[in-house]
C-alpha cells in the first residue's frame, strides 16, 4: 500500500507496530494507491444539508484540540500492545482515528500514522481469516477499505485488494443459517460490506458478475429481515433481547433505499420497522436514553430519506421526552459504548433538528466529561481496561469529538452504529 506523494516528498512507510507473520495461505497482497491531494473536508452526498458542529465556541473548541492531542498520544502508545486488528476494538478502529484526525487538522503526520497502521493490518489478517464479521471481522475490514476509497483516502478502484476478503465473505454466508442459528446484528454487520461495496462509483452489476453477487446477497439480507417481520421475531420473547438492533435495521434498509437498488420491499419494510420499534416502546416503557436517542435518529433519517413529515414528528416526540427526563452524564457510565454514541447521535440529531433544545443539553455532557480530572480519570480506565476502539473505548470517544467540531459529515459513524 504505497502512497502516491510528488517527487521530492517520496518516503516510505515505517509500519507503527510490528505484527505477526502471517500464517496459512490467506494472502491479499494489496496494492493501493493514495491521491496526492488528500481533501480535507468531506461533502455529504444527501444525506443533511451541511455538517453543522455543535461546539462552536473557540475556546470549547480549544479544550476539545487539547484533548484529541491527549486522545493521539494515548492510541500511539496503545499501538503495539493492541493485538486485535478488528474494527470495534483493534487497529481498523484506531487507523480510522488518525484519518479522521488528519481531516480536522490538516497534518500529514496524522495521515502516514493511519496509513501505516492500516498497512500492518492486512499482515495479520490471517487472524480473522474465518471471522466473516463486522465488529472484529473481515466485514469491518472491507467496509474500512471502502470507506477509505470513497472518502478520498485510497485510490477509488478496490476490487483487487477486497478480491479475496470477498470471496470468503461470498462462499461463508451466514444466510445459509435459520433464524435461530444467527443475531440481527451478525447479519447487519455481514450487509454493511455489501452496503459499501455497492456505494463505491465502480461499482457495476450490469457487467461485473461479483459484483452482481453483491446485489443479489443484499436482496437475500433484505428478505431476512422480510422474514424477521413476518414471524414476530421482534415481539416474542427471545427476540426482545435483540431489540436494540431495530434502529440499526432501519438505518440499514433507509441506505439501501437510498441507493435505489430497486428492491420492491424496502420502502414498506422501513414504515414496518419504525411501526413495530413504536409499538415495543409503548409495551415496555422508555427508559434507556441511548435507545431512544439511536430510534429518533433512524426515525429521522427515513424521514428525510422518504419524505415523511410523520416520521420527523414521531423523532421529534422521542427527543422531547429523552432529553428532558433521561440523558445525564457520569464517568462510570461514560466507559461504555451507549454514551459514547449518545453523544454522538445528538450532533445526528442536531442536522436535522437544529432547533432543539437538547444541544446546550449535550453540551453540558461534554463539557463535563472534558474537564482535566474527570477526563484523565476515564483515560487511565480506558487504558486499565484495554479498551482503544471506537466501540467503546479511547477512539470512540476521540472520533466523537472530532465530529462535535468539524465541519464535515463523519460518515464513518455508520460503522459506529452498527456495532
Given at each position: 500500500?504505497?502512497?502516491?506523494?510528488?517527487?521530492?516528498?517520496?518516503?516510505?512507510?515505517?509500519?507503527?507496530?510490528?505484527?505477526?507473520?502471517?500464517?496459512?495461505?490467506?494472502?491479499?497482497?494489496?496494492?493501493?494507491?493514495?491521491?496526492?491531494?488528500?481533501?480535507?473536508?468531506?461533502?455529504?452526498?444527501?444525506?443533511?444539508?451541511?455538517?453543522?458542529?455543535l461546539?462552536?465556541?473557540?475556546?470549547?473548541?480549544?479544550?476539545?484540540?487539547?484533548?484529541?492531542?491527549?486522545i493521539s498520544q494515548?492510541?500511539?502508545?496503545?499501538?503495539?500492545?493492541?493485538?486485535?486488528?478488528?474494527?470495534?476494538?483493534?487497529?481498523?478502529?484506531?487507523?480510522?482515528?488518525?484519518?479522521?484526525?488528519?481531516?480536522l487538522?490538516?497534518?500529514?503526520?496524522?495521515?502516514?500514522?493511519?496509513?501505516?497502521?492500516?498497512?500492518?493490518?492486512?499482515l495479520?489478517?490471517?487472524?480473522i481469516?474465518?471471522?466473516?464479521?463486522?465488529?472484529?471481522?473481515?466485514?469491518?475490514?472491507?467496509?474500512?477499505?471502502?470507506?477509505?476509497?470513497?472518502?478520498?483516502?485510497?485510490?477509488?478502484?478496490?476490487?483487487?485488494?477486497?478480491?479475496?476478503?470477498?470471496?470468503?465473505?461470498?462462499?461463508?454466508?451466514?444466510?445459509?443459517?435459520?433464524?435461530?442459528e444467527?443475531?440481527?446484528?451478525?447479519?447487519?454487520?455481514?450487509?454493511?460490506?455489501?452496503?459499501s461495496?455497492?456505494?463505491?462509483?465502480?461499482?457495476?452489476?450490469?457487467?461485473?458478475?461479483?459484483?452482481?453477487?453483491?446485489?443479489?446477497?443484499?436482496?437475500?439480507?433484505?428478505?431476512?429481515?422480510?422474514?424477521?417481520?413476518?414471524?414476530?421475531?421482534?415481539?416474542?420473547?427471545?427476540?426482545?433481547?435483540?431489540?436494540?438492533?431495530?434502529?440499526?435495521?432501519?438505518?440499514?434498509?433507509?441506505?439501501?433505499?437510498?441507493?435505489?437498488?430497486?428492491?420492491?420491499?424496502?420502502?414498506?419494510?422501513?414504515?414496518?420497522?419504525?411501526?413495530?420499534?413504536?409499538?415495543?416502546?409503548?409495551?415496555?416503557?422508555?427508559?434507556?436514553?441511548r435507545?431512544?436517542?439511536?430510534?429518533?435518529?433512524?426515525?429521522?433519517?427515513?424521514?428525510?430519506?422518504?419524505?415523511?413529515?410523520?416520521?420527523?414528528?414521531?423523532a421529534?416526540?422521542?427527543?422531547?421526552?429523552?432529553?428532558?427526563?433521561?440523558?445525564e452524564?457520569s464517568?462510570?457510565y461514560?466507559n461504555?459504548?451507549?454514551?459514547?454514541?449518545?453523544?454522538?447521535?445528538?450532533?445526528?440529531?442536531?442536522?436535522?433538528?437544529?432547533?432543539?433544545?437538547?444541544?446546550?443539553?449535550?453540551?453540558?455532557?461534554?463539557?463535563?466529561?472534558?474537564?482535566?480530572?474527570?477526563?484523565?480519570?476515564l483515560?487511565?480506565?480506558?487504558?486499565?481496561?484495554?479498551?482503544?476502539?471506537?466501540?467503546?473505548?479511547?477512539?470512540?470517544i476521540?472520533m466523537?469529538?472530532?465530529?462535535?467540531?468539524?465541519?464535515?459529515?463523519?460518515?464513518?459513524d455508520?460503522?459506529?452504529?452498527?456495532?
Open positions: 500500500m504505497r502512497p502516491v506523494l510528488p517527487k521530492d516528498d517520496r518516503q516510505a512507510l515505517r509500519p507503527l507496530v510490528q505484527p505477526p507473520e502471517p500464517a496459512g495461505e490467506y494472502n491479499l497482497s494489496p496494492q493501493v494507491k493514495i491521491y496526492s491531494e488528500i481533501p480535507l473536508k468531506q461533502e455529504p452526498e444527501g444525506k443533511t444539508p451541511n455538517w453543522r458542529p461546539i462552536t465556541s473557540p475556546e470549547k473548541q480549544r479544550i476539545v484540540e487539547e484533548r484529541l492531542e491527549a494515548l492510541l500511539l502508545s496503545a499501538l503495539n500492545s493492541t493485538s486485535s486488528i478488528g474494527l470495534s476494538q483493534g487497529r481498523v478502529g484506531i487507523s480510522l482515528f488518525f484519518f479522521e484526525y488528519y481531516r487538522t490538516g497534518k500529514r503526520k496524522y495521515y502516514d500514522i493511519g496509513l501505516a497502521v492500516f498497512e500492518s493490518i492486512y495479520s489478517i490471517n487472524q481469516a474465518d471471522n466473516i464479521y463486522f465488529p472484529d471481522g473481515l466485514s469491518g475490514i472491507s467496509w474500512a477499505v471502502e470507506y477509505l476509497a470513497q472518502n478520498g483516502f485510497i485510490e477509488p478502484e478496490t476490487d483487487e485488494i477486497l478480491d479475496e476478503i470477498c470471496f470468503a465473505l461470498n462462499t461463508n454466508n451466514p444466510l445459509d443459517l435459520s433464524l435461530q444467527t443475531y440481527p446484528t451478525q447479519i447487519l454487520g455481514y450487509g454493511m460490506h455489501y452496503l461495496r455497492m456505494r463505491n462509483p465502480m461499482h457495476r452489476p450490469d457487467i461485473n458478475k461479483n459484483h452482481l453477487a453483491d446485489k443479489f446477497i443484499t436482496f437475500q439480507i433484505v428478505d431476512y429481515f422480510v422474514r424477521l417481520k413476518e414471524e414476530g421475531y421482534f415481539l416474542n420473547e427471545a427476540g426482545r433481547e435483540h431489540k436494540e438492533s431495530l434502529p440499526t435495521i432501519i438505518l440499514y434498509l433507509t441506505n439501501l433505499l437510498e441507493l435505489k437498488i430497486n428492491h420492491s420491499k424496502i420502502e414498506q419494510l422501513v414504515a414496518d420497522y419504525i411501526e413495530m420499534t413504536m409499538q415495543l416502546m409503548k409495551e415496555e416503557g422508555r427508559n434507556n436514553a435507545n431512544e436517542l439511536f430510534s429518533a435518529y433512524a426515525f429521522l433519517h427515513a424521514a428525510h430519506a422518504g419524505n415523511r413529515s410523520d416520521w420527523k414528528r414521531l421529534q416526540d422521542l427527543l422531547e421526552e429523552t432529553v428532558d427526563n433521561q440523558l452524564f464517568p462510570k461514560a461504555t459504548k451507549e454514551f459514547i454514541q449518545s453523544i454522538h447521535l445528538c450532533c445526528r440529531i442536531y442536522q436535522y433538528v437544529p432547533e432543539g433544545k437538547y444541544k446546550d443539553r449535550v453540551e453540558l455532557l461534554l463539557d463535563e466529561m472534558l474537564t482535566p480530572d474527570t477526563f484523565g480519570k483515560m487511565q480506565e480506558l487504558i486499565s481496561d484495554g479498551k482503544f476502539g471506537i466501540q467503546d473505548g479511547i477512539g470512540g476521540g466523537t469529538l472530532i465530529a462535535s467540531v468539524a465541519d464535515f459529515e463523519p460518515s464513518w455508520e460503522a459506529l452504529f452498527a456495532l
